[in-house]
């Protein structure tokens, strides 16, 4: 079960909160994933570093495909946000919630890791309740621990 | 209820769904177009025979041959090439970096679709921007006008001269003789005009330093695939020869794009031919396919009749004042409605025009300018201003309906007075 393996004293955040707290929980605990939840602690959102970062590297670097050409960023190397941007509420920039259920197996949770190109994901109770975050490393030596390794 | 009034309104509703974009383009188009055909059918002003007879299969040929060179050649990231080298020639002045990007848009325009060439530079344009620390907005909406400026220039560079091509019989050479120099000056009009506008954002720019990186880029390294492109460009070459001896080899348009293609797809041998294939705009060929079956309803059911009745009463007047007065008009609502289904309607009326004896000739070029030149007004007028809109709000500086008004609706007027001014010009001097 995917609940042994996983962390259960986790950072999460309101979704009213603006971008510049969220920021700062990144920054003060060195995390990479905040699940959003609302007033009853539902999961309801997941903010990772990336919804961040794009306030200063937009879509466009993805939308080029290629930027093997770039040796120097110029001007973006110098670009932080705007204090409009980071009074923004983090429900304009978080994505759509994804998590697994404790109760499922550690496979299932991989399956789920692979699925949304993720490395943490939030683990619910069967109400929807945020009850922990599994990273890929929680759950992949996990998985390999369960092995017969000689 | 009669035929008129039911074509009429299908026809007007799905401009207007169209105009709402609430829907996608193609969907209200093929609804249209089927519901035409059924209500016809019962109705007994449209058959599905007349319906089939009435696609314009030069038109769609010419469209997907070259689409397929262009599906070929992007990948290989040429476009981003030319954009990057522009980029770099500019040297990150400001007005040059404009005229740069803008030329590089409108010449690849004028010969390839211009909503794949808008839809590979805009990011590219966005990106050495950027790195520039300039904001996007003056060089996207340049980008967008130039290039559906430049685009009026040729047969193959807008959908609209390849529809009134295709109706009136003109070849590639008559577009090089008629469109091509009233399109250059007034690209030069549209280039003095942008500057002008954006004066002070050019103003603000001058002490921004960050040459040093745009001078570090390597356009070389954008191109994946050298030999494709090579290949592609020879074909692309040879095709152009092609179109300018149209008249010498007997071949429409369209059989020489869809060799073009074939030899480009034979040399190159795409590795994934699906995936070359799924680049095609087919959502584009449909819109047109449905569109033409539309119109056909409303020109089967005698709709078309009444307008060309409307303007026999106008025989009166010099052909001047209708050819300018239809430059207008169309431009006017091309800035409005999307120009394809506008040119598609015009058709019909033109042609039968011409059938009651009038010289319709100069009232083609007329509508090649109309719809071309009209797209620019505002920000919905043309596909490559929704691209680059849709761009820029990936940006700190979005592009707003506003803005475009008020940069890109002097430009719409100064081009479409630059181009009537020349087209009386040219009537006199050289004829239609």
């Keep these: 079960m995917i609940r042994a393996s996983m962390k259960r004293n986790v950072f999460s955040i309101h979704e009213n909160e603006i971008i510049a707290n969220a920021a700062k929980l990144f920054v003060n605990h060195r995390i990479g994933t905040l699940p959003v939840v609302d007033g009853s602690n539902k999961l309801i959102g997941i903010l990772t570093l990336q919804c961040v970062l794009k306030i200063v590297m937009p879509d466009f670097v993805n939308l080029v495909g290629n930027f093997e050409f770039l040796n120097n960023f110029g001007a973006m190397e110098a670009r932080v946000p705007l204090q409009k941007e980071l009074d923004r509420p983090i429900k304009e920039i978080m994505l759509k919630p994804f998590s697994v259920n404790e109760n499922w197996s550690l496979l299932h949770a991989a399956a789920m890791l692979n699925k949304e190109n993720v490395i943490d994901i939030p683990v619910v109770n069967d109400d929807g309740i945020l009850v922990g975050l599994a990273s890929h490393v929680d759950i992949g030596t996990a998985l390999i621990k369960s092995w017969d390794l000689k | ?432």
């Design chain 2, 1 to 432: 209820m009669s035929p008129q009034i039911i074509s009429s309104a299908i026809f007007l509703v799905a401009l207007l769904l169209i105009f709402t974009e609430k829907v996608h383009r193609t969907i209200i188009a093929l609804v249209a177009a089927l519901l035409m055909i059924v209500v016809g059918t019962f109705a007994g002003f449209y058959s599905q025979e007349q319906a089939l007879e009435v696609i314009d299969f030069n038109t769609l040929g010419l469209l997907m041959g070259m689409m397929l060179l262009v599906a070929l050649l992007e990948p290989t990231g040429f476009f981003q090439y030319l954009a990057i080298l522009g980029g770099k020639l500019s040297q990150g002045k400001p007005v040059r970096l404009l005229v740069m990007l803008g030329a590089v848009t409108s010449i690849v325009s004028m010969f390839l679709d211009n909503v794949t060439t808008i839809v590979l530079i805009a990011p590219v344009t966005i990106l050495i921007c950027e790195i520039l620390g300039y904001n996007t907005q003056p060089f996207l909406i340049s980008e967008a006008i130039l290039s559906n400026t430049g685009g009026v220039a040729t047969l193959v560079g807008d959908p609209p001269n390849i529809l009134i091509a295709s109706a009136a019989g003109f070849s590639f050479n008559d577009f090089l003789v008629h469109s091509l120099p009233i399109i250059i000056v007034t690209w030069f009009v549209a280039l003095a005009v942008l500057n002008f506008l954006f004066r002070k954002e050019f103003q603000g720019l001058k002490n921004k330093t960050n040459h040093e990186a745009l001078m570090q880029l390597e356009p070389k390294s954008v191109l994946k695939d050298l030999k494709t492109t090579r290949k592609v460009l020879v074909v692309i070459i040879l095709a152009f020869f092609g179109f300018l001896l149209e008249s010498v080899i007997h071949l429409e348009p369209s059989t020489i794009a869809f060799t073009s293609a074939a030899v480009a797809l034979l040399w190159v041998r795409p590795p994934d031919l699906k995936r070359t294939l799924n680049l095609i705009e087919w959502d584009i060929l449909i819109f047109f396919g449905a569109l033409f079956v539309m119109v056909g309803g409303l020109e089967k059911a005698g709709v078309l009749h009444i307008f060309t009745q409307a303007l026999t009463e106008s025989a009166h007047l010099h052909p001047l004042v209708l050819g300018v007065g239809l430059i207008w008009i169309v431009a006017i609502i091309s800035s409005f409605v999307d120009n394809i289904p506008i040119t598609i309607a015009l058709i019909p009326v033109l042609q039968e025009l011409g059938t009651l004896g009038f010289d319709i000739t100069p009232l083609w070029w007329a509508l090649v300018f109309g719809a071309g030149l009209g797209g620019n007004g505002t920000i919905i007028g043309s596909t490559a201003n929704v691209i680059v809109t849709s761009l820029s709000e990936k940006t700190r500086n979005p592009i707003t309906p506003a803005l475009w008004n008020k940069k890109g609706l002097p430009v719409m007027l100064a081009t479409c007075f630059t181009a009537s001014l020349l087209y009386i010009a040219f009537y006199y001097l050289i004829g239609f």
